[in-house]
């Protein structure tokens, strides 16, 4: 991942990885991990400063947000994959949008919610 960062510091783009993963959520795919970092770089190339893996505690219980981007004027949580709905709940009383962003099984030639 530390690769990762250097060439996107030569390139200009500023994101942000969190290298820890307090709430034990597990190994993530490298198709997870991928997925992540597209939608970041989109966000910052519409003038977005993002966050891979921001923790944040609403309501006394921790989250993991796959993406986190914000500018002057708002916000933006962005999920990988699937999310419970308590989750989505709450990440969405958090930023002023949320998206998800479903996978993509291309075996099977279609979306995976």
Do not use: W
Request: proline share 2%.
């Amino acid at each position: 991942m530390r690769n990762v960062v250097l060439v996107l510091k030569m390139l200009g783009k500023e994101v942000i990885f969190s290298n820890i993963r307090p709430m034990g959520g597990g190994v993530e795919s490298l198709y997870h991990k991928n997925k992540k970092l597209d939608v970041a770089l989109r966000l910052n190339e519409l003038g977005y400063k993002t966050i891979i893996e921001r923790f944040v505690t609403l309501n006394g219980v921790s989250y993991a947000i796959d993406v986190f981007a914000y500018n002057t004027k708002e916000k933006i949580v962005v999920e990988v994959g699937g999310c419970n709905k308590l989750k989505e709940i709450a990440l969405q009383s958090y930023a002023d949008r949320y998206f998800r962003v479903p996978y993509y099984d291309e075996v099977k030639n279609k979306f995976i919610v």
